[in-house]
């Protein structure tokens, strides 16, 4: 039996850098007052047809879809905002409190073509923020992703800014993109041509070439920011150029999900090839009230986790696992009773210990203590259980230390917790 295409396995040799980004980003999370929430994997597809765009790629041809016994139709999630803007507004968390910070990791599925940095189940990272129209908010998420890829000792990337704009905005852009698209419009792709007049935002992020060819030159949403618009993504370049965080407004970055307003981002590698985003956010004022909720402004990112792992591989930023501090060599059936007692009790009082319970030889049980890495390792044959000494060896120094089995584990505890 195999994996599915684009599903994978991710192994424990490998899960040591997803361990560390886990820890260093819901940290920092808690540090800005995010709170975990945890929201399901299958959700009913009219949440995600409704909120990420009917004409997007992701609903047109990438989400795992199916009937259920009943008649409606369920989803993979594609992604996490949707989702967490339904439990939102499904607790009524904007009447007891509109502010809420939210993170959360987990599995999304999308049905792409697999390759390099590209999967069918991904896994992401992702934060949000209801409540706050202040455009420090953007600012600060765009800073927190900074400072995080910062203390995971990423090097080479570069945050694309740009702002799409509101309700009040868009008309004008999309007059001036129809008018620019005018006599190029046989030059679109099949789906941009449906797109032309259902949503025409959408052919800007089209990846075939003869549109990308077609679009060149084409206006730029920032150029027809309304003054309210233009107010606000003022402010969040200003305070990200204040701190240093580094950044470059992308005038051409529109993200592959409709429900973006105003501020929007990703943060690019130049180590991955083709799959160069390993973040991407933005604002998305207007959904909470599309999906039934009371208007709301909010925004928020979702980082690739498979690829910001892969590119802290390439950059070799290793996070090796504690080592063990003790192995308990035990020969023979009395000698393993004991150690199974020892082991318990020292990883009770939080001494990583570990016990071979195999029949194995003496020699084959050092060899193990070596490539366990083990700061420590006691030996216990019939030989030293009867004359009540037990051999502790220090694999660093080659100290040994002898012990009797009436003190053990106090002695082990005194010398392995200093
Ligand atoms: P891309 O342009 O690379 O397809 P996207 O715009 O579809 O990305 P988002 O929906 O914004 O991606 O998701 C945020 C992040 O999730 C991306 O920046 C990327 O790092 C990661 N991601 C998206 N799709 C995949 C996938 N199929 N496999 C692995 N990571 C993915
Ligand atoms: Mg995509």
Request: overall charge positive; hydrophobic content about 40%.
């Amino acid at each position: 039996m195999q994996t599915i295409r684009g599903f994978r396995d991710i192994l424990p040799e490998h899960i040591s850098l997803w361990q560390k980004v886990e820890r260093e980003a819901f940290a920092l999370f808690e540090s800005f007052g995010f709170k975990e929430i945890r929201i399901p994997v299958l959700e009913k597809t009219d949440l995600f047809a409704r909120s990420i765009g009917e004409t997007t790629d992701i609903v047109e041809k990438e989400m795992y879809t199916f009937a259920d016994r009943k008649g409606g139709h369920l989803t993979l999630r594609p992604e996490a905002t949707a989702s967490i803007c339904r439990s939102y507004i499904q607790h009524k968390m904007y009447a007891t409190d509109p502010l809420r910070k939210f993170y959360m990791t987990g599995p999304m599925f999308r049905r792409e073509r697999p390759q390099k940095g590209r999967y069918r189940q991904f896994y992401q990272i992702d934060a949000e923020v209801f409540g706050v129209e202040s455009a420090y908010i953007d600012a600060e998420l765009i800073f927190l992703l900074n400072e995080l890829f910062k203390r995971l000792g990423l090097t080479g990337l570069t945050a694309h800014v740009n702002s799409l704009g509101c309700p009040e905005c868009r008309p004008s852009f999309q007059r001036a993109l129809l008018d620019f698209l005018g006599e190029k419009k046989e030059a679109l792709c099949e789906n941009c041509t449906r797109r032309i007049q259902k949503n025409p935002l959408r052919i800007l992020d089209c990846k075939v070439e003869t549109c990308q060819r077609a679009l060149q030159g084409a206006p730029a949403t920032i150029d027809h920011l309304c003054p309210a618009c233009d107010d606000h993504f003022a402010i969040v370049r200003t305070t990200l150029k204040k701190q240093g965080v580094e950044f470059m407004v992308d005038k051409s970055l529109v993200r592959g999900l409709d429900y973006y307003t105003r501020t929007a981002w990703e943060i690019k590698t130049t180590t991955l090839g083709a799959q160069s985003a390993v973040a991407g956010g933005g604002r998305y004022d207007g959904l909470v009230k599309e999906l039934g909720g009371p208007a709301t402004p909010a925004i928020g990112f979702a980082i690739g986790f498979d690829r910001l792992v892969e590119v802290m591989e390439q950059l070799e930023i290793a996070s090796p696992p504690p080592p063990l501090d003790l192995f308990i060599i035990a020969l023979g059936d009395a000698a393993r009773e004991q150690a199974y007692h020892w082991s318990c009790q020292l990883n009770q009082r939080g001494i990583r210990t570990e016990v071979d319970f195999r029949e194995k030889s003496l020699k084959s049980l050092m060899k193990r203590a070596d490539k366990l890495n083990a700061a420590h390792v006691l030996i216990a044959g019939e030989n030293e259980l009867k004359k009540n000494q037990l051999i502790l060896r220090n694999m660093e120094t080659k100290n040994q230390t002898s012990l009797s089995i009436d003190t053990l584990v106090p002695e082990l505890l005194k010398i392995l917790k200093s």
